[in-house]
């Protein structure tokens, strides 16, 4: 974990240095060849806070308008939607969820990215748990948005019916966000995606993309604002998007992800925003410091 540590520490020295024009020698590369320095044109991550441009009763109005949708109990059992109950399991995602919101007020942060570094880590249901666990803040606003747009999941996690707009196309400019939209207990937004789309690359780095997520949260006024990512190593489509957000929650799979796996993510992730930490996930021994049936 040091060398990680020591990594991201000078990944961030670098981006530092690149954003005060300093000169610093190029590192050497210890990926693959997509791995890229952050291009000088860019911002880093969007530190500004999200002005609603609607005073509070249109915004309430705003969230009244989204398509209403009620979860099953089963649905979510048998997809590992662990915070829909209160229990014993639900209690790490609550912990999580509230270490996450700390830490993005200390920094005022308002955009999380989640992504994995392969397939199959538990992202999209890391994902579906913060947000379903963020509907029990009744003074808070989330909105989940399903950005793994070439495996698109979150309908079929929820055991919903995607609306016949797809997220992609409020991306493109095509389409307000409710009408590719559902909302759960109130306070939390899903935007979906029904089909897959073939140039979430091109799409998700595209002029447009800042314009149109600062339009969705002038219009919603979200507290926070999560991003259900592809995998970082699968396609170079988290790496495109990654300025977009305040911060990125990287999940690992026990025994299926490796340091190096992590390492290559966090180096990279870190030359473009601030990697918030890593997520152990699957986890099938946990010792007994973890049990707080005592609380349940």
Known sequence: MEKIRSAIAKARAERDA??????????PRTGPAFVMGRPAELDVAS????QADAGFDTIAANWAALPVTDLDADQMRRNRIVSFVRSTESTGVDMMRTRIL?????????????????????????ALNLAVSLSRQPDMRSLLLEMDLRRPSLARMLGITPPLVDFSNVLRGKADF??????YG???????????????????????????????????APDITIFDMPPMLAADDMMAFATQVD???????????????????????ARQTNVMGVVLNECRYIGPEANYGYYG
């Open 247 to 269: 911060c990125v929650l990287i999940i690992a799979a026990a025994e299926k992800t490796t340091t190096k796996e992590i390492d290559l993510c966090e180096q990279e992730l």
């Open 102 to 126: 700390q830490q993005m007020r200390d920094n005022n942060w308002r955009r999380v990215a989640i992504t994995s570094p392969t397939s199959a880590c538990g992202k999209s249901t890391i």
């Open 178 to 183: 409710a009408k590719s939209a559902v909302c």
């Open 18 to 27: 690149a954003q005060a024009g300093i000169d610093t020698p190029t590192p």
């Open 47 to 50: 530190p500004e806070v999200p």
């Open 186 to 220: 109130g306070n939390v937004a899903v935007g979906l995606n029904g089909t897959k789309v073939r140039d979430a690359s091109e799409l998700l780095s595209s002029a447009r993309i800042s314009n149109v997520l600062s339009e969705i949260e002038a219009t919603y």
